[in-house]
């Protein structure tokens, strides 16, 4: 019976500690949001008008964000390229490729603002049906320990209200309160139409 009651009480703290744990990550993770708000919301705004003019993906390769990677999407192939920030070869790629280059370095600078590692748009389908969101992932600056082992905060932002369990994480319908995970993560309500996880991969 002693036993028992030990083994009882330790996974009775366990529990304790893991739920605190979850709490702990949830509101460091919307606070990091809310602080952030305005920053995100304009690079998914504005990325979301450049991608409909021509399709592509930002990612900045290195740590010090000095260095950046364009997926160019075409009709027939995908394009990769990698330039300092400041090299012109960059400007004449964006030029070559009729982006506009002013919109373009401007969404470069927001992104290092904030240490945005990468921004992609997605196209997945429910029912059938087309749909899209706009995934963006960065390395959180001065955030302590539920960051420590994971290094990247990701945000996706989708263009409809979505479905979520009574815990705040992400379904797929709210009828068969089966869990949606994007790229194998698990992602938790900020509010109708955006959420977050923190991975140890940045896409």
């Known amino acids: ?3 028992n009651r030990i083994l009882t009480t330790i996974l009775l703290i366990a529990v304790i500690i893991i739920s605190c744990s979850c709490n702990s990550v949830k509101k460091i993770s919307t606070k990091y949001y809310d602080e952030n708000k305005i920053a995100l919301d ?10 409909q003019q021509k399709p592509f993906s930002i990612e900045f390769t290195d740590k010090s964000f000095n260095y950046v990677s364009i997926e160019i999407i075409t009709d027939t192939l995908k394009y990769i390229y990698e330039f300092g920030i400041n090299e012109t070869r960059l400007i004449d790629t964006l030029t070559k490729y009729h982006f506009n280059e002013k919109a373009i370095v401007d ?8 240490h945005c590692t990468w921004i992609n748009y997605l196209d997945y389908y429910v029912d059938e049906k087309k749909e899209a969101l706009i995934f963006i992932s960065m390395r959180p600056v001065g955030l302590s320990k539920p960051f420590t082992n994971k290094k990247y905060y990701i945000i ?9 369990d009574n815990e705040g994480k992400l379904l797929v319908k709210r009828k068969r309160q089966r869990i949606r995970k994007i790229n194998g993560e698990i992602f938790w309500r900020i509010n109708d139409k955006v959420c977050y996880s923190i991975s140890g991969r940045f896409r």
């Open 1 to 3: 019976m002693e036993l």
């Open 42 to 51: 304009s690079i998914e705004h504005n990325f979301k008008i450049l991608y």
């Open 107 to 114: 969404l470069f600078s927001q992104m290092r603002s904030i």
């Open 156 to 164: 996706t932002y989708f263009s409809q209200p979505q479905y979520f």
